[in-house]
Structures are given as structure tokens and as C-alpha cells.
């Protein structure tokens, strides 16, 4: 039997920090690694769910099968009941061919239902049917078909909150909760966050230029409070490498203002209009703010090659670049059809 050392390394590699809080919940991982109860993963947004799901599923009897995720939160309510339990040719317009759903994908292994405190009541209730009945049934299909999942949810909501709220069912709550674990705050793992910076920093180096922290950056990240967690350490990582005139970071690139641990939790990143532009992106955009006659222009100019930046970073993938300039992908499509 492999130790905890030998184990991490070889199940759990993509899980960075060695503070006592990522330990813990690495022990415990360790120990359910071995059933097939369902697990409930908790804690803020960006605390590393599914990376901890992977985990489970990779260090689980289940490894050599799929592992299915599904942003619960994604899919409208209309179409939820196809998306997990599929559908048969004819069920309803435009079902020109049957499909199977995730549950049906996942079968022998493990299926990942993030954010699942968003589903509606509706859809709790036929979750809990296959859950208990371990069978589905596709949309429009009169028989049942056996599936065999190891559940593993998360979200970042209060589920105990909403069972007493009557927005959750209390029998699909304890359904899903028999392994809970709750996911620790990155403020709550400082002694983590230079290691998971540099890494992040190590996997950028194989897409660009190498690049590190100044001390002062370093300085930052450290008293920074971190309300987005690991994800937003991530994204402010990605946009400093993106607009910084040096690859040596300093805390001016990374654009955390004064939002220290002692703080309460606010926004992430001001957004792209408000923040000052980089001294290299000042200067590509020099000649464009000279000729411009007011503000409105000279933003827009400095916005158009930001977006430019940022898809040619991201190698067109419009999720990515609108991760790293902090926008929903719904709004960086809008900015790029305006400027077509």
C-alpha cells in the first residue's frame, strides 16, 4: 500500500500546496478513495472543486472509466432532464436521433454534478429517483436503463440553508452528503499561495517567455485577501503576464490595490476601463490616445488592443481571453461584434 507521499504524487499531483488545511483534505480523500458513497464538496467559488473531484474519481476502483462533469448551473431548466438522462429519436422537436445523457456516459465511473445547489426543485426530484432507484429513464422512453455512478457533488451555496429554506430537498441533501468536505479559503492557506503563483507562472513559461515574481509582488500576494480564491489568483497571474512591460512581475502588475486579508471580501479586479494601462500597453496605444478628442476614444483604442492581446494569448479561445481580461465571454463577444 502506497504511503501518503507515494500517493499524492501518483493520484493527486494536480493538488498544490502542502499547508495542514490541503493535507487534511488530501488525508481524507485518501481514506473514502476506496467506496463508492457520494461525496459533497464544498466551499467558496474557485476553491479547486472539480480539481479535488478528479482526484476522487483518479484515485478511486472507478479510475479506468470516465469521469463525467456537469455544471448543474449551465444547463436551462428546460433541458436539464434530457442533458442527464438523455433522450430517444422522436421525443420531442428536433430529436432526430437518440442520445444518452451524462449519467448514462459516466456509467462505471464517476459523475460530477458541480453547482448543484442551482437545480431547480423539479429537477432535484428526479435526480433523487435515479439516485435512489440507480436506473434512468431517457425522455421519452417508456422502460428504465441500469446505470452504475459513483455521485460526486459540490457547490459554494449553504445547502443546510436552503433545506431549512425549502430550496433544497432534505432527502436529496443527505443523499449526496454522505462524505461532505469542505474546501479551505485560499486566505485561510497563505503558506500556499507564492507555490501555486510559481506554478502558475512554470505552466505560462511553456506557452511564452519565462517569467517570475519581484519581491513586491510576492509581498502582495501575500496580504492579499483572495475573495475568487484559487481561480482568481490564476486569472490576476494570467492579465499581469499579459499586460506587464517586464516578465518580472512587480505588484503594480498585478493590480491588487489595497484589498489586504484584514478586508472584507470585495470584487476581484477593477474592471479593464478603470485600470491603469500597463507602461508597454501605453506606449503600443500612444499614437491612437495623442489623436484622440476625448475619453470615449481613447478607451476604445486601448480596449481593441487589450482584446486583441488577450485572444492572441489565449490562441483564439474566446472562454480564455475573457477569463483574462476579467469579462463574462457573453460581454467579450458583444465588444468584439462592436468592433467587427
Excluded at 103 to 116: M, N, P, S
Excluded at 150 to 167: K, N, P, Q
Excluded at 197 to 219: N, W, Y
Amino acid at each position: 500500500m502506497l504511503d501518503f507521499a507515494q500517493w499524492r504524487e501518483t493520484y493527486a499531483h494536480d493538488v498544490l500546496g502542502s499547508s495542514p488545511k490541503v493535507t487534511k483534505a488530501l488525508e481524507f480523500v485518501r481514506r473514502i478513495a476506496g467506496c463508492d458513497s457520494s461525496v459533497l464538496l464544498t466551499g467558496e467559488t474557485g476553491t479547486g472543486k472539480e480539481v479535488f473531484a478528479r482526484t476522487i474519481h483518479r484515485s478511486s476502483t472507478r479510475q479506468g472509466k470516465a469521469f463525467i462533469a456537469v455544471n448543474c448551473a449551465a444547463i436551462p431548466d428546460t433541458l436539464i432532464e434530457a442533458e442527464l438522462f438523455g433522450y430517444v429519436k422522436g421525443a420531442f422537436t428536433g430529436a432526430v436521433n437518440a442520445r444518452a445523457g451524462k449519467f448514462a456516459a459516466a456509467h462505471g465511473g464517476t459523475l460530477f454534478l458541480d453547482e448543484i445547489g442551482d437545480l431547480p426543485l423539479p429537477a432535484q426530484a428526479k435526480l433523487l429517483r435515479v439516485l435512489e432507484e440507480r436506473a434512468i429513464c431517457p425522455v421519452g422512453a417508456d422502460h428504465e436503463i441500469p446505470v452504475d455512478v459513483r455521485i460526486v457533488a459540490a457547490t459554494h451555496h449553504d445547502l443546510e440553508d436552503m433545506v431549512e429554506r425549502g430550496t433544497f430537498r432534505a432527502d436529496l441533501y443527505f443523499r449526496i452528503s454522505v462524505l461532505p468536505l469542505e474546501l479551505p479559503a485560499l486566505r485561510d492557506r497563505g503558506e500556499d499561495i507564492l507555490e501555486l503563483a510559481e506554478a502558475i507562472l512554470a505552466r505560462a513559461a511553456g506557452r511564452s517567455v519565462p517569467a517570475g515574481l519581484h519581491d513586491s509582488a510576492k509581498a502582495a500576494l501575500r496580504a492579499h485577501a483572495w475573495p475568487g480564491n484559487v481561480r482568481e489568483l490564476h486569472h490576476v497571474i494570467e492579465r499581469a503576464l499579459l499586460l506587464a512591460p517586464s516578465p518580472l512581475l512587480t505588484a503594480a502588475d498585478l493590480h491588487l490595490g489595497g484589498r489586504r486579508k484584514s478586508q472584507p471580501h470585495l470584487a476581484v479586479v477593477p474592471p479593464l476601463e478603470a485600470q491603469a494601462p500597463a507602461p508597454a500597453a501605453a506606449a503600443a496605444v500612444a499614437t491612437d490616445l495623442d489623436a484622440a478628442v476625448d475619453l470615449r476614444t481613447a478607451l476604445e483604442s486601448l480596449e481593441r488592443q487589450l482584446i486583441t492581446r488577450a485572444l492572441t494569448r489565449a490562441q483564439g479561445n474566446r472562454t480564455e481571453a475573457a477569463a483574462l481580461l476579467g469579462l463574462n465571454r457573453t460581454t467579450l463577444v458583444e465588444k468584439l461584434r462592436k468592433y467587427a
